[in-house]
């Protein structure tokens, strides 16, 4: 899974790209909205984390049809409502906890793929996202 992750705060973006490389996903981290326009154009990502509070662009301009998370530090009730009327999927109020931004991410990626059961079966192969266990006739 490739996330396109687009957030200028250093701090923020190289904890959460980090901590989700950790997780297993394939990151991408831009720092700006032309950035995050230029890398949707020319890669496929399963999913977009993206700060609303960018440089140059505003983040709620970069909304294409990949799934998108936003974060944001704006926290008011008029904020979120024109995000989400945007296009934005699931919303994250800064600051935010990376447990909680995995999870909400899990539950993007499989609503996008059509599942509402978190654990991925085919045939004799079971993978469980959120623990990163795979199990093959029953066995690890
Ligand atoms: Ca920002």
Do not use: H
Request: hydrophobic share 40%; charged share 30%.
């Amino acid at each position: 899974m490739r996330i396109l992750l687009v957030e200028d705060d250093e701090m923020i973006g190289e904890a959460v790209a980090d901590g989700l490389k950790g997780e297993g996903y394939a990151v991408d981290w831009v720092k700006d909205g032309n950035s995050a326009i230029i890398a949707l154009d020319t890669t496929p990502f399963s999913l977009v984390i993206l700060d609303l509070g960018l440089p140059g662009k505003d983040g709620l301009a970069v909304l294409k049809d990949t799934p998108v998370l936003v974060t944001t530090a704006r926290d008011t009730v008029n904020d979120r409502i024109e995000g989400l009327d945007a296009g934005a999927d699931d919303y994250l109020i800064k600051p935010y906890d990376l447990d909680e931004l995995s999870a909400r991410i899990r539950a993007l990626l499989r609503r996008s793929a059509g599942r509402s059961d978190p654990i991925i079966r085919r045939g004799r192969l079971t993978i469980n996202p959120s623990t990163r266990e795979v199990l093959f006739n029953g066995e690890s």
